[in-house]
């Protein structure tokens, strides 16, 4: 609870703001995810697909991420999403997509990480020495930017609620 609290009062305002600004004007939010950050990544694809928000999640083999960059553009947006910085793939190629001028952000357990050195916009938990903490600060993290997504763009994420309750109860039907 203590590192809960922690994050919530160190949070960047400004950095949150800037990052839902551009999520909200870019063609594709790249997403790059180390292992123990996956789980909050898929998190974070539901809330953004639920609004229309194109998003794709990149592999992290080291030729994935090359293919991933190669691709992407100066309309795209790569965001880091690290626990634990135990891929330095993800800071290079935050660093590589930096080069071709393609927008970069990291969602991360601690300021410490280097993909918060390589990002042009950084929300950052308070550094945590355990890894479920971490996770938990992350999560945190990602609720906290899906909810300022939610209030920024309700004209997106409006209706869609209640059109998956919809479609989820017409796919459970028996087959004719």
Known sequence: ????EHTRISLDTESLEKLVELMGKVR???ILAEGPAQPTA???VQYLEQAGFPVYIARSGVADLARTINTASSQDLMLAMEVTGQSPYITRALEQAK???IPTAALIASASLSSARAADIV????AQ???????VCTEALVFTLAQVLRWRFADR?????QAIAELSTLIQRPLE
């Not at 609870?1 to 809960?4: F, G, I």
């Not at 929300?123 to 308070?126: E, G, K, R, T």
């Not at 994420?157 to 609620?161: D, I, K, L, S």
Request: hydrophobic share 50%; glycine share 6%.
């Open 99 to 101: 080069i071709k001028e």
């Open 28 to 30: 594709r939010i790249v």
């Open 129 to 135: 020495t355990d890894l479920d903490v971490g996770i």
């Open 123 to 126: 929300l950052s938990a308070q």
């Open 42 to 44: 898929y998190s974070l």
């Open 157 to 161: 994420f409006a209706g869609t609620e």
């Open 1 to 4: 609870v203590l590192a809960l």
